[in-house]
Each structure stands twice: as structure tokens, then as C-alpha cells.
């Protein structure tokens, strides 16, 4: 795969982290995207120098647009693009300030909009690549003091989904992870030593989504480690 791209467009120290080291390992050159430059910046240096940080507010349409056009100019267009961007801010229905409910639904959900229709307009085009898009529990309920996140992942399934059906008899696989669980480091979680997701194996999962042929897709996955409930 060399010279092939891949853009992860929420790329934290957890998870972000983990899929630019498998792509990369994969052969690919990857871009990174997320809105603190500091934070970024130490990311891309712990995966290598195939890892390309770009700056971007992912909730904002003329950054989203911009920062792709730098991947396309910089290193080429990108089969896989990743959307793995999310926030969270606990409390009860009743006491939720709508400016913070605005906020996790821009970063959620809005923000994969833009991502997705940048990823989709280039990869329709050309008629190939892949779009996967990082789901949570809250993807199918939404549990007491959870609406912040629950709401944007509800919206961001639903995308995926009307983005699975528009766009892949263009070419285009899209799909969407559920992460059923705990994500490491974080908590501890009885009664085992990997009872939370490692981000690794996680990022071994979308690897693979990448490489499935087209007569075998996946529209939605659900990961979760062997302790948790279902």
C-alpha cells in the first residue's frame, strides 16, 4: 500500500493514536486531524514520520473542507478516512445546558457530517475507499445522564448508515463501529487483566474493515471485551 493515505480526524493519545500506528504499519501515509495543535503534534511524533498532524476544528465546514484539500495537496487523496472525533459532558436531562448539549452534538455528529461528505464526495469520484466512523453503547440507548452522548451517536449511526446506502454502489465502504465497552487505560474493570478494550486490537478491527472486499462488507461491527454485558 505505499503511498496510499489515510486520515484519522479525531485523533487523540488513545485510540486516534492506535489506528495511525496500524496504518501506518499497514503502509500508509497518515494524516491527522484534530483541533489542539500542541496535543497533535505530540501524537503524530509517537507514531513516526509517516504520521502528518493537521490542525482542524472538525465542527467547523471551511476548516474540514481546507484540511482535506492539504492531504489531497500534501500527500495525495486518502482511501480510508476515519471518524473518530467525540464528546461528553455527563448530567441529567433535566439540568443539561443546551449550549453544552449544541457543543457534544457538533463534535459528535455534525462534525462526522463534515468529514463524511468531504471523505464521500472525493471517494464517489473516483469509485473506491473506505469511511469508518467510531460508535459508542450509547449508539443503540441512551441511558439516564447520558443524552450528550447518546444523541450525537444516535445521529452519527444514522449517517453512516444513509452514507452505507447512497454511496456504496459507487464504491465507496462505509461503516460504523460500535465500541461496546471501556476503552484502555482508563479505570479499572473487574475481574480481568483485559477487561477494557485495548486500543490495538480495536484499531486491528478497522484495519480489516479497510481491506474487506466489496462482495463481503461490513455496515456495523460491535466490539466489546469478553467481560462486558450485551
Keep these: 500500500?505505499?503511498?496510499?493515505?489515510?486520515?484519522?480526524?479525531?485523533?487523540?493519545p488513545g485510540l486516534g493514536r492506535a489506528l495511525a500506528q496500524r496504518?501506518?504499519?499497514?503502509?500508509?501515509?497518515?494524516a491527522l486531524l484534530a483541533r489542539d495543535p500542541k496535543k497533535l503534534a505530540a501524537v503524530a511524533a509517537s507514531v513516526g514520520?509517516?504520521?502528518r498532524p493537521i490542525p482542524c476544528d472538525l465542527t467547523d465546514p471551511g476548516a474540514v473542507s481546507a484540511a482535506f484539500e492539504q492531504v489531497e495537496r500534501e500527500a495525495g487523496p486518502p482511501q480510508c478516512v476515519i471518524f473518530n472525533a467525540g464528546a461528553?459532558?455527563?448530567?441529567?436531562?433535566?439540568?443539561?445546558?443546551?449550549?453544552?448539549?449544541l457543543d457534544c452534538w457538533k463534535t459528535g455528529c455534525f462534525a462526522g457530517f463534515l468529514v463524511g461528505q468531504q471523505a464521500g464526495r472525493r471517494m464517489a469520484e473516483r469509485g473506491s475507499g473506505s469511511i469508518l466512523f467510531t460508535g459508542a453503547t450509547a449508539s443503540l440507548r441512551g441511558?439516564?445522564?447520558?443524552v450528550n452522548l447518546a444523541a450525537p451517536k444516535f445521529g452519527l449511526r444514522a449517517l453512516a448508515q444513509s452514507m452505507a446506502r447512497e454511496l456504496g454502489p459507487r464504491g465507496v465502504h462505509v461503516a460504523h463501529v460500535i465500541i461496546d465497552g471501556q476503552i484502555a487505560p482508563g479505570r479499572d474493570a473487574a475481574p480481568g487483566p483485559d477487561a477494557r478494550l485495548e486500543p490495538a486490537a480495536i484499531a486491528e478491527s478497522y484495519w480489516q474493515l479497510h481491506l474487506q472486499p466489496r462482495s463481503a462488507w461490513t455496515l456495523e461491527l460491535d466490539l466489546r471485551p469478553w467481560v462486558e454485558r450485551f
Design 1 to 12: 500500500m505505499n503511498g496510499q493515505v489515510a486520515v484519522v480526524a479525531g485523533a487523540g
Design 23 to 30: 496504518f501506518v504499519r499497514g503502509g500508509m501515509q497518515v
Design 49 to 51: 514520520p509517516q504520521a
Design 88 to 101: 461528553y459532558r455527563p448530567g441529567s436531562v433535566l439540568e443539561v445546558a443546551p449550549q453544552d448539549f
Design 143 to 146: 441511558s439516564a445522564r447520558f
